[in-house]
């Protein structure tokens, strides 16, 4: 089965939360964990690295916590992967062009890569806002056709 990590998982439920209040309210590490219903070291190992991301601003202090560090409409569903799982693709030469040894006569890597380039643009569309449960969902304005083109028979 593929499928994305527990931690992108919960940064992406983690990101909701912040997004579902107003502006640039401040929460702290133990309030979104128990809100999220998350282990506190792991909903603080996630916010440093989307801190460190640029996601989330931090503010220290007694009143410190975390906030978005811009708009939920402005945040993809692929750029929050790309940042704690890291390049997205199904396979092998869909981020690492070259690192397989039968690339240059495998009879569907060009199919895969445009399935990769499908998946990626996909989640590039999805917003942070659309994930949010109050949003209204929009209309379906988009689609990505995918032709794959005939390939050579493997050898």
């Not at 390049?87 to 199919?111: D, F, K, N, Q, Y």
Request: charged share 20%; proline share 9%.
């Amino acid at each position: 089965m593929l499928r994305m990590s527990r931690i992108t998982d919960y940064g992406i439920v983690l990101l909701t939360h912040l997004a579902s209040t107003s502006g640039d309210e401040v929460h702290n590490a133990r309030a979104l964990a128990e809100r999220a219903g998350l282990p506190l070291p792991v909903v603080s190992k996630i916010l440093k690295a989307l801190t460190r991301e640029g996601f989330l601003h931090s503010q220290r202090g007694a009143r410190g916590g975390y906030a978005l560090a811009r708009p939920p409409e402005a945040i993809s569903v692929a750029a929050v992967i790309d940042a704690l799982e890291g390049p997205i693709a199904l396979t092998e030469c869909g981020t690492h062009p070259g690192a397989c040894e039968r690339e240059s006569r495998c009879a569907v890597r060009a199919p895969w890569q445009q399935i990769n380039r499908a998946v990626r643009d996909t989640l590039e569309q999805v917003r942070l806002s659309e994930l949010l449960p109050s949003a209204p969902p929009e209309p379906a304005t988009t689609s990505i056709p995918v032709t794959l083109a005939p390939t050579a028979p493997a050898d």
